[in-house]
């Protein structure tokens, strides 16, 4: 089955960190770039960060960029976002996207459009 695992997800205090999964079967994810996103409840989906072939990263949302790292493990297909310092406003729900794995196109971080096929996603809330 081709299909993206997010984990990792939990409660934790204000300046905590948590560590997310996005794990993928059925495909290789060391040839796709990996985008990550959330949403927070009645906000729209907005996109974080993606990571690339060549493990260069893109930002996308600036209020992340200086806490929130991605990385990936290709001996065990997976991504990762780290998440530092965390704040109450960013409690959402985390996505992890790449392209259609099905397809030959293999959208890279600049055309984040395209990075469509997500996974279900997992809950992250910072509350003390």
């Known amino acids: 089955q081709v299909q993206l695992v997010e984990s990792g997800g939990g409660l934790v205090q204000p300046g905590g960190s948590l560590t997310l999964s996005c794990a993928a079967s059925g495909f290789t994810l060391e040839s796709h770039s990996i985008g990550w996103a959330r949403q927070a409840p009645g906000k729209e989906r907005e996109g974080l960060v993606c990571i690339g072939y060549s493990d260069d990263s893109t930002y996308f949302e600036d209020s992340v960029k200086d806490r929130f790292t991605v990385s990936r493990d290709n001996h065990k297909n997976t991504v990762y976002l780290h998440l530092n310092s965390l704040k109450p406003e960013d409690t959402a729900v985390y996505y992890c996207?790449?392209?259609?794995?099905?397809?030959?196109?293999?959208?890279?971080?600049?055309?984040?459009?395209?990075?469509?096929?997500w996974g279900q996603g997992t809950q992250v809330t910072v509350s003390s």
């Open positions: 996207a790449t392209s259609d794995p099905s397809s030959d196109y293999r959208a890279p971080c600049s055309d984040a459009h395209a990075l469509d096929y």
